[in-house]
């Protein structure tokens, strides 16, 4: 079975900084994409990064420069610091991979940034 759990979200002024956590199970970690998605009230889940197996990393716009994905493949987990943040980053931030067809998600980690 496949879980992924988030955490790490939280409270912050403008211009802090989270780091995210992702801990998979139930796959083989070390060959799968994995992928960080945001959603804020009222708007459709987007897409913020994702890191291949080999260590590849794809951001969306709003992501370059401020947010890293990282992974630990000995800790099944994969990270998301996010520098700078601002306002419009408040958001559910939600961990998933795609397994056998089928599209995984965390429960999400709330982040709220205060003005």
């Known amino acids: 079975q496949v879980q992924l759990v988030e955490s790490g979200g939280g409270l912050v002024q403008t211009g802090g900084s989270l780091r995210l956590s992702c801990a998979a199970s139930?796959?083989?970690?070390?060959?799968?994409?994995m992928a960080w998605y945001r959603q804020a009230p009222g708007k459709q889940r987007e897409l913020v990064a994702n890191?291949?197996?080999?260590?590849?990393?794809n951001y969306a716009d709003f992501a370059k420069g401020r947010f890293t994905a990282s992974r630990d493949n000995a800790r099944r987990t994969v990270y998301l610091q996010m520098n700078s943040l601002k306002p419009e980053d408040t958001a559910v931030y939600y961990c998933?991979?795609?397994?056998?067809?089928?599209?995984?998600w965390g429960r999400g980690t709330q982040v709220t940034v205060s003005s």
């Open positions: 890191i291949t197996s080999g260590h590849s990393t």
């Open positions: 139930g796959i083989n970690f070390r060959i799968y994409t």
């Open positions: 998933s991979t795609l397994h056998r067809g089928a599209q995984y």
